[in-house]
């Protein structure tokens, strides 16, 4: 019978852990029967219990293959490293300090720059913003006003509107009452004759009146010849009609 430890059977569960991280692990021996040379061996499996086999004990840390190239490629770099002495540990620090200070002085400056622009920024947000708000009430005021003139001219309109239709009734009305008057009449001709004028006023300063009568029915009209320098005068042999 042999004791031989061997470590096999592992779940996933049991090296995720370690991942970046060192970790102590402790394992106890379990018996397995092998059927093939019916002999004895200790392993390490699944079921974790002290079978007074002994354990199995190490540290395991779990790392991804970029870590670990990098983890190798600083141990090179240790192994090169020539010692230096205190004075050049000191002029190192030195240097990288002074190295450290104008990119310190850099960010700084970035800095403040930034916030300059950050304030700037808020500032030209502000004035856009209250740009926007006068814009806004510019064009509601002249919106009010557009309506306001708009209201205005309707207004308007509807009065001239309102006179319109009054003096159409009103002339519609009068047509109306010609047409009852003049229903009273016969259609026909009007003669006139035997006209004459009697003691008319001087008008004129220098010269006596120049007389003569006009007849008028609707549109149609007919004048009397003019009879010069009289106050009275009798236009003999002048006869007029007037459709009636």
Same mark, same amino acid.
């Given at each position: 019978?042999?004791?031989?430890?061997?470590?096999?059977?592992?779940?996933?569960?049991?090296?995720?852990?370690? $991942?970046?991280? @060192?970790?102590?692990?402790? $394992?106890?021996?379990?018996?397995?029967?092998?059927?093939?040379?019916?002999?004895?061996?200790?392993?390490?499996?699944?079921?974790?219990?002290?079978?007074?086999?002994?354990?199995?004990?190490?540290?395991?840390?779990? $790392?991804?293959?970029?870590?670990?190239?990098?983890?190798?490629?600083?141990?090179?770099?240790?192994?090169?490293?020539?010692?230096?002495?205190?004075?050049?540990?000191?002029?190192? %620090?030195?240097?990288?300090? %002074? !190295?450290?200070?104008?990119?310190?002085?850099?960010?700084?400056?970035?800095?403040? !720059?930034?916030?300059?622009?950050?304030?700037?920024?808020?500032?030209?947000?502000?004035?856009?913003?209250?740009?926007? %708000?006068? @814009?806004?009430?510019? !064009?509601?005021? @002249?919106?009010?006003?557009?309506?306001?003139?708009?209201?205005?001219?309707?207004?308007?309109?509807?009065?001239?509107?309102?006179?319109?239709?009054?003096?159409?009734?009103?002339?519609?009305?009068?047509?109306?009452?010609?047409?009852?008057?003049?229903?009273?009449?016969?259609?026909?001709?009007?003669?006139?004759?035997?006209?004459?004028?009697?003691?008319?006023?001087?008008?004129?300063?220098?010269?006596?009146?120049?007389?003569?009568?006009?007849?008028?029915?609707?549109?149609?009209?007919?004048?009397?010849?003019?009879?010069?320098?009289?106050?009275?005068?009798?236009?003999?042999? @002048? %006869?007029?009609?007037?459709?009636?």
């Amino acid at each position: 019978m042999t004791n031989t430890p061997s470590v096999q059977n592992w779940r996933k569960t049991q090296v995720l852990p370690s $991942l970046n991280k @060192e970790t102590q692990i402790d $394992l106890f021996l379990q018996p397995q029967e092998d059927k093939k040379d019916d002999q004895t061996k200790s392993a390490v499996t699944e079921t974790n219990s002290d079978k007074k086999l002994g354990k199995v004990s190490f540290s395991m840390i779990y $790392l991804s293959e970029q870590d670990f190239e990098k983890q190798r490629k600083e141990k090179e770099l240790i192994k090169k490293r020539i010692p230096k002495s205190v004075v050049q540990e000191k002029q190192i %620090e030195q240097q990288k300090v %002074e !190295k450290e200070q104008p990119t310190k002085t850099k960010q700084e400056t970035d800095k403040k !720059k930034k916030e300059k622009e950050e304030q700037k920024k808020q500032q030209q947000e502000e004035e856009d913003k209250k740009k926007k %708000e006068k @814009e806004l009430i510019k !064009k509601k005021s @002249e919106s009010d006003l557009i309506k306001n003139r708009e209201f205005e001219e309707k207004r308007k309109n509807d009065e001239l509107q309102r006179i319109a239709d009054e003096e159409k009734r009103i002339a519609e009305e009068k047509r109306k009452q010609k047409e009852a008057i003049d229903s009273q009449y016969i259609k026909g001709v009007v003669q006139f004759k035997n006209i004459s004028v009697r003691n008319l006023k001087k008008m004129d300063i220098f010269s006596k009146t120049d007389p003569f009568v006009v007849f008028k029915a609707g549109e149609e009209s007919q004048q009397t010849t003019v009879a010069k320098s009289a106050l009275d005068y009798d236009y003999l042999n @002048e %006869e007029y009609e007037l459709i009636y």
